[in-house]
């Protein structure tokens, strides 16, 4: 890394190599009191997000971190307390800890005990922000475990049931990893139209919506952002919009149930919204029908949905999680690309903390530069 002008104007995005990504990202989160171990998982889940193609849940979110820490929101201090445990099951009280360097300590304990369970689940309350979903399925199904994870924050509300225009729920995702012969299956999406962290991503820029995915406080169908924020606050749709909201209003209640009821830490004491529920389960299919034969009917199952006929002009059948594990190999390789937005963001904090911006990467016919 070397010193930049930071303050510079920057209208374009920007590719850098994920080792100085990394490394910048560690640095600033110690800075903010993060012990190295802590800032590490965070910085890595942070650009394993990038590399999905989640910038909203990427390095985008690496300034709102550091703003929660230096806010005394995030807790670097203390250890995850234990409320049960059993061999099939645990449940955690994470006390604000950095939500990716607790998610990590679980993922190892449930990857542990499946070996010699056919399903093993965990809780986690008030658990500080863990990110993308879809990054800690990877090393689970990996280990050819059937995976569902979701998690929410009990203090947010910007989903209405369906038929209201109170907020009620929030965007509360949901994420399977299902595991084949070739690339696994991995599903994350909301039970909502979009993430909280996506709508507010579009008001930064000051940019409308695609499409009316949001009510306003009165009820009326708007492309606006902002309304998120006014005051009365307008809704998200769930998942299914205007005609078919139902659907989604059905799986984010039960997301509620998992995430919070279950953990034992939900709405009803009316929380800040620094604190996340979680829920997390894995299957051992070796324990059940057999591994060979859980893996057969998944890969006939997914060449089947690629060997589906499309309308005309159609490009071919997409699988959920492969356009993300191709971008996360090509980015891997030829350097992460951050939006303006997020390049600004950080150099913000490069400035606060003292700390020189990554150098972006080179691309094939130009020179690298420092922004």
Same mark, same amino acid.
């Given at each position: ?48 997000? &990038? ?28 250890? %995850? ?26 993922? &190892? ?35 050819? !475990? ?21 907020? /009620? ?66 809704? %998200? ?13 059905? !799986? ?29 389960? /894995? ?41 993300? !594990? ?6 891997? /390789? ?8 997020? %390049? ?14 990554? %150098? ?12």
């Amino acid at each position: 890394m070397i010193a930049s002008n930071h303050n510079a104007d920057i209208t374009e995005e920007a590719r850098f190599a994920h080792q100085d990504l990394l490394a910048f990202g560690k640095q600033a989160l110690e800075r903010r009191g993060m012990r190295a171990e802590q800032a590490e998982q965070v910085a890595l889940r942070l650009l394993d997000a &990038d590399l999905l193609g989640h910038r909203s849940h990427g390095f985008w979110l690496l300034a709102t971190y550091l703003e929660r820490l230096e806010a005394g929101q995030i807790a670097v201090e203390g250890e %995850v307390r234990v409320l049960n445990d059993s061999p099939a099951a645990f449940a955690w009280h994470a006390n604000r800890l950095p939500g990716a360097w607790v998610m990590q300590r679980a993922i &190892d304990t449930v990857r542990e005990r499946a070996r010699a369970q056919a399903m093993v689940c965990a809780t986690i309350a008030e658990c500080s922000h863990i990110g993308c979903l879809q990054s800690y399925l990877l090393p689970l199904v990996a280990d050819n !475990l059937l995976v569902m994870l979701s998690a929410t924050n009990a203090g947010v509300a910007s989903v209405a049931p369906f038929g209201g225009i109170d907020p /009620v729920l929030t965007t509360n995702p949901l994420a399977f990893g299902i595991p084949t012969r070739g690339a696994p299956i991995l599903v994350d999406q909301c039970t909502s139209l979009g993430s909280n962290t996506f709508f507010t991503a579009f008001a930064q820029r000051g940019e409308s919506l695609p499409a009316q995915w949001l009510l306003d406080a009165d009820g009326a169908p708007t492309d606006d952002p902002t309304v998120l924020s006014a005051n009365p606050p307008g809704t %998200v749709l769930p998942l299914g919009g205007i005609d078919f909201g139902y659907k989604g209003f059905g !799986l984010g209640l039960a997301v509620e149930a998992l995430t919070l009821a279950l953990p034992g830490s939900g709405r009803r004491t009316r929380p800040d919204k620094f604190g996340q529920g979680v829920f997390l389960q /894995v299957i051992n299919p070796a324990m059940l029908g057999g591994l060979d034969a859980f893996l057969d009917e998944t890969t006939w199952l997914a060449d089947a949905c690629h060997a589906s006929r499309v309308r005309p002009g159609a490009p071919p059948v997409r699988l959920p999680g492969e356009r993300a !594990l191709r971008l996360r190999q090509q980015q891997l /390789v030829e350097g992460i690309t951050l939006s303006a937005d997020a %390049v600004q963001r950080t150099a913000a904090w490069a400035d606060k903390l003292g700390l020189a911006m990554p %150098v972006e990467k080179k691309a094939e016919g130009h020179a690298a530069h420092a922004r």
